[in-house]
């Protein structure tokens, strides 16, 4: 069967080095779960790697003629392939409530709204691994103080230990991407409740990274802090200037002064 073109409105660039594929797949440490879905696999480079190890290996595909092709070529995904939009689908209609992992050689167009559908299963996924343009990639590891820490870093970082693993040059793919890519790891932490409300650290966490210039106490003006709240010294900090615990606890203060969400 011919090889599958790549579709620019799907954001597809095909890995073509084998080493990287192989490489991309032992990232993951197959500790706590017998479960991995691959997201996007295209051609199958990363799958058939992942075929080899002792898991049992899903594979995720919006592209019709990438389904045909994997069907064809990889007699082992029979009925192990979900012809289905990963931002849009229930994954408990296969993983029923499952532990397992995720990893790709993930599309750019929709890689940071990957990171956050994960975070929204994280109680399902131990381990994530994959393939990032480099920026977004560094941008999830990032610590405080950096002009590319942000609303990603920070909710990532709150469930889950990144780091970033290598960089990838754009001449291994097909076809080439205009920026280099970088592939990165998270793992679950081993405590992930937040000590404080979930939705309301989501919210403190997106509410002031949306205008990042300004200090917390215009930043976080429509959530109708009291006069008394707001002259705490943390106030006086920008959003990039805070870990991730920093904000735990500026969401700590924000829920004991009465606001709930």
Known sequence: ????????????????????????????????????????????????????????????????????????????????????????????????????????????????????????????????SGMFQKEVAERICEKKGSKTYGILSVLAQAFYDTEYLFTVSENVFIPPPKVKSGVMKMTRKEDYSLPCGEKLFFTVVKTAFQQRRKTLRNSLKTLNLSDKLREDTIFDKRPEQLSVDEFIVLTQKIEADGVQS
């Open 1 to 128: 069967m011919e090889k599958v073109k790549a579709k620019k409105h799907l954001g597809q660039h095909f890995l073509k080095d084998e080493s990287i594929a192989k490489a991309i797949a032992d990232t993951l440490s197959l500790k706590g779960y017998e479960e991995v879905l691959e997201i996007g696999p295209g051609m199958g480079v990363l799958t058939k790697y992942l075929l080899d190890k002792p898991v049992n290996t899903r594979v995720i595909e919006i592209d019709t003629e990438s389904v045909v092709y994997l069907g064809a070529n990889y007699p082992q995904l029979k009925d192990k392939i979900i012809s289905e939009d990963f931002l849009k689908y229930n994954i408990n209609q296969v993983y029923e409530n499952k532990q397992f992992a995720i990893i790709g050689n993930f599309p750019y167009n929709i890689s940071s709204q990957i990171v956050f559908r994960t975070l929204e299963f994280r109680d399902q996924i131990p381990e994530f």
